[in-house]
Structure formats: C-alpha cells, structure tokens
C-alpha cells in the first residue's frame, strides 16, 4: 500500500481563501493527498478577514481536504471554540480532532492519535501561565505527552505551535535563516518534550519563517528527527507556508530502514543547550516572591538552587512515579528521592511539584505529606494512628474538618451518602465508605449488605423520576478514600449507556469484562473476585445489570473522569464533563441538598 501523502502548512491567520486555493492547485498538481495539518496560529489577526473565516465555519464555503489545526487563538477562536466543545458530534474522547465543520478539525489540548497508519502527537495553543480557556497549553498537557513517550512505538509526527528553543545549535550555518533568535516564539519545554518523544519529523510554526533543518540524531534511539519550520499563508516575504511530505509509517518499516542516517545527518541540538548552560546562573529568587503553587511543602527553595539551574526546578515524573529515569544524568528535571517516597505514600504528584492540586474531590491521591507510617506498605491492621491522621485530612472522612458536611443526605453503619460537588447532573450522588479505605471491593462482605441497601434506594427513588441510575467507581492502587458516583439518567438514554461505554473504551485502546448477573449482589461477588488491590481498576454498573470492568496496567494511560467524560457525552453536556466547570457556591448546595433529603426521605434505608 502506498504511504499517506500530507500537506503541512503554516500559520494560516484566518486566510483560508488562499489556503484553499494552494491545497486545490497542489492536490491537481502533485495529490491526490490524504489530509492537511496546520501549526501555528489558525484563527484570524485582524477582523478584517474574520467574515471570509467565518464563511467556512458557517458552511458557506468547503474546505477540500480533511484539516487538522493546533493553532488555537486569534479573533474569534473563543467563540467558535466554546461552540465546538458543547456540539453532541463532539462527545466523548476525541484525540483525534473537534469537528469545525465539514473537513476542518481541531486538536485540543496534547494527545496522540493514528492517521492514515502514522502515529501523530500535538500540544495545542502556546506556553502561558495565565490559565487561559483558549490558546494555550497546561502543565497537565505537557505531563500527558510525557506520559506518552514512555509507550512503545515511535511517534512519527509532533505538531507544535512554537519552535523548540535551541533547534538551530550543531546546524549548518549556511542553511539558517538570517534573524533567527531563540528570544521569540521559541519555547524551552517543547525543546524538553521532543528530546523525549523522539519524533521523526517535528513540524512548528509562528516564527513566520520556513526552515528544513538537517536530521539529526536523538538520544538513547536509532532513528532521526526532522525539524520543519513553516512560514505563515499568504507572508510577503513568499516562503514556504505548505509542504508535502509521503512518509512511510515507522510501524511498517523494519529496524534496519527505521536506523538509516542521511550523510548530513547532525548531532542532537538540544544536548549542546544542557551541556553548557552553566549552574551558577540559575535565576535564584527569594523564597517569599514565588507562588506557593511552584513549590513542594517540604522545604524546597534551598534544595532546587543546591542542584542548579532552569528545568532542575522541576520534577521528573518517571523517577518520582518508577523510581527510574532512562536519561539520567542527562534529564532535565529534578530526581529527589523525598519526593519519591512522598509519591509511594499515595501524594499527588502535582501536590508535591507545585504545592496544590486542581482536581478536587476527582483525585484519588493524598493532598498533605506522609509521615513513614502513613505509607501503602504500613497499613497495618494495627496503624490506628496512621488511620486517624489521615482521617483528619481527607475530603471524605466524616471525622476531618474538610469534610462538605452539608452536601450529605443519608448516614448508615458503614456507608454515607451525599450530592456530589461540581455534580455533572443535579441530582448525581457519592455513595461513600465510612471507613477511611480505598476501594469498596475490599471492604469486609458484611458492608456490601448497606451498600446493595443504598443501590436499590436509589434506584427506586429515581424511577419515581423516570430515570435509572449509572454506577461506578474509579479506584486508583494508590488512592485515598473510595466513592462510587451514582449518575441518574434518562430512561429514554438507559439503552444506550452500554454502548457508549464500550465505544469510548475502543477510543482508549482496551476491551472490558463483561459481567451479567442477575442481582447486583451476584455481580458485586464477581467484581470482588476480579480485583487486585496492587493494580488500579474501573468498573461501572448499568441499569440492566450488567457491569463492565477494566483493569488498568500501570503504563497505561487512563482518563481519571473517564466515566463521568462518557455518561457527559451519553447525555449531551460535553461542557460538563469537568466537575471544576460546575462549581457551585455553598449556599446553592446546601439548598439543593435539602430537597434531595425532602425528597429522598421516603426511600432512605436509614430514616
């Protein structure tokens, strides 16, 4: 079969009319092609050229060739943005694109995704540390494309906006563009994450240049990456802003074609930036200037300027999370045996790396250090201290102060219950442990009595309503305190929950264990049976009592709202599908709490 053929193109700054044009006479010319994949800024730089953009997105006009952009920010992106995320043809994990329109595209965020047998990888929008919704990259973005290199495979193309700082070191002189500064549109962390993806070809733009830079060689791999630099559409200056490339898909090439090197082939440019950026200038600032969220609890100023400079203020997240790192010496980020105990002891690696965690009651990792008694090895039958400090602490346990007492609604023996925060649907309930455990699998038999009470309560109640109810539980081997959400749906949805799930799990790359009982306690025994408490787990039960489970290997890259992203798209509220976009003040969840209890009353196994 003959290798995909792709078109890359620069900033297109809304001028789709002249993209187009040059993908239509290029596609007669040279095509047919397969897609087209754009970087840098795609949407308009002045409103002069919003109304030709807009005819596109509206439909008045067609874009020829399927269209993949990053680039998003400029006039109007938060308009057509929002729009894109809340479609219903948007639903559910899409790494491979939110539909514009007809053949337009937009990859949000990083991932990964497959197309045409080549595997691409992207991070969307620009380095920003003002949170923006549109336009910009999180630090959450660049841990997932790290994630990402730790997977097998090689990646074939990596799509950023801005230029890797340094790309232009061991290059030949001649063949670099007059001007170029690593002072604009270039960026240090993208420099970091192409040395670990280890792309065969990385394409950037907004430096408003073209540059095909020499191969060069990657560290600790075999093959080469390629840099391409793209000028923006319709530019002055007239260079290049698209590019034809046909390569064969790295999974179909045999090791001795992958390990070929062009004579011009260079040494790894960002090897030269490590090796002579000297310790001593470390931007040293004092430890009350800085934001607590770029620092550790334990005392950490001293220790970060001790081991240097620049990205050595950062974490590396393989050593923290495996107790290794394949670059060692040579890795950027900071290796700190504290901070990898922390990690065991079951604290959030963002806790530990920027002192805060933004996932809420979502994150299934603890949110204070650990003394060495409070570790997973420790728990002990005996570790009653242990128990009660981290009682004091968790968002769940009824004996800490940072419990969201107002929002329970039912207390039992051994389970409570209570409305969810930032709920995806109004009425969406935590039916939680009493006890401060994990998981409820592993939980002592006699507790799945009150919580199979719990279950059917609810069901009942919500039937009253015209509505079934979604169960499940996320539990994460190193977690904190179990809950399993209970999500009522419509009836008229009920038929399809199953469906979804199994669609969104392909998505993802897994099968699940299909279990059929025909009570739910005969399903609760199977799921029990399942279960290792050494490895992390996703089940969910449906309404016609059948549970889907999935045991998640510690590679494997699992979405931690996953069931609340695929029951948001089941119910159509893509734009509800992160629980920080729900928040609720205090006073509104205390009133809704209230009518639940009024009307729960009826129903409540322990009134």
């Not at 998640?552 to 948001?568: M, S, T, Y």
Request: aromatic share 10%.
């Amino acid at each position: 079969m003959a290798p995909p053929r792709i078109l890359l193109c620069g900033d297109v700054l809304g001028r789709l009319n002249q993209l187009v044009k040059r993908i239509l006479s290029v596609n007669k010319s040279a095509g047919p092609f397969d897609a087209v994949l754009c970087v840098g800024q795609f949407f308009p730089d002045s409103p002069e050229r919003l109304l030709e953009f807009m005819d596109y997105i509206e439909g008045r006009s067609q874009i020829p060739l399927p269209t993949y952009f990053i680039g998003d920010y400029g006039i109007g992106a938060a308009k057509v943005l929002s729009a894109a995320s809340k479609d219903s043809a948007n639903l559910g994990f899409k790494m491979d694109g939110l539909r514009i329109c007809d053949n337009l595209y937009w990859l949000k965020g990083s991932g990964k995704f497959t197309l045409h047998g080549l595997s691409v990888v992207y991070i969307s929008g620009r380095r920003s540390l003002d949170g923006q919704q549109f336009g910009t990259y999180s630090q959450d973005d660049v841990d997932a494309l790290r994630a990402l290199a730790d997977e097998s495979g090689i990646v074939d193309l990596f799509l950023t906006n801005e230029w890797p700082s340094g790309v232009t070191k061991g290059a030949v002189t001649s063949n670099v563009p007059p001007g170029i500064s690593d002072s604009s549109c270039c960026d240090s962390a993208i420099s970091e994450l192409v040395g670990e993806i280890k792309p065969r070809f990385h394409i950037a733009g907004t430096k408003g240049i073209f540059y095909d830079r020499e191969p060069y060689s990657n560290l600790d791999a075999v093959h080469v990456t390629r840099f391409l630099g793209l000028a923006p559409v319709g530019n002055k200056d007239k260079q290049k802003f698209i590019h034809a490339i046909s390569p064969i898909p790295a999974s179909t090439m045999s090791s001795a074609e992958i390990s070929m090197k062009p004579p011009n082939t260079t040494l790894f440019p960002y090897k030269i930036i490590e090796e002579t950026a000297p310790t001593n200038q470390a931007t040293k600032r004092p430890s009350d200037s800085i934001s607590d969220t770029q620092y550790w609890r334990y005392d950490v100023s001293q220790k970060r300027q001790k081991h240097g400079a620049g990205d050595g203020d950062k974490l590396c997240f393989k050593f923290v999370s495996s107790g290794s790192c394949p670059r060692e010496k040579k890795c950027n980020f900071l290796h700190d045996t504290e901070a990898r105990e922390q990690y065991m002891r079951g604290v959030c690696f963002d806790f530990i790396n920027k002192g805060k965690c933004e996932r809420g009651p979502d994150c299934n990792f603890k949110h204070s250090l650990q003394d060495e008694d409070e570790g997973f090895a420790s728990r002990r039958s005996g570790s009653e201290n242990a128990k009660s400090s981290r009682s004091k602490r968790c968002w769940f346990c009824l004996s800490s102060p940072d419990v969201e007492s107002h929002l329970i609604i039912s207390i039992g023996e051994s389970y409570y219950c209570a409305l969810a925060k930032g709920p995806l649907v109004e009425d969406q309930v935590l039916v939680i442990p009493v006890e401060h455990s994990a998981n409820t699998l592993s939980l002592p038999p006699e507790c799945e009595i009150e919580l199979d009470r719990f279950q059917k309560s609810l069901k009942m109640y919500f039937r009253t309503q015209g509505k079934e109810v979604v169960f499940f539980e996320w539990i994460f081997k190193r977690g904190t305190h179990a809950n399993i959400q209970a999500v009522p749906i419509p009836l008229s949805r009920a038929s399809a929950v199953k469906n979804i799930f199994i669609l969104a799990a392909e998505k993802l790359g897994f099968q699940f264990v299909t279990t059929k009982s025909n009570n739910d306690s005969e399903g609760r025994k199977s799921l029990r049976a399942q279960f290792d408490d050494k490895i992390s787990f996703f089940y969910v039960e449906l309404p016609d009592g059948t549970i889907l489970s999935h045991a998640i290997e510690d590679n494997e890259k699992f979405p931690v709202q996953f069931g609340r992203e695929v029951l948001a798209g089941l119910l159509n509220m893509a734009d509800r599908a992160d629980w920080r976009n729900c928040k609720q003040s205090k006073e509104d969840e205390m009133k809704m709490a209230e009518v639940f209890k009024n009307q729960f009353k009826k129903f409540d196994p322990n009134q």
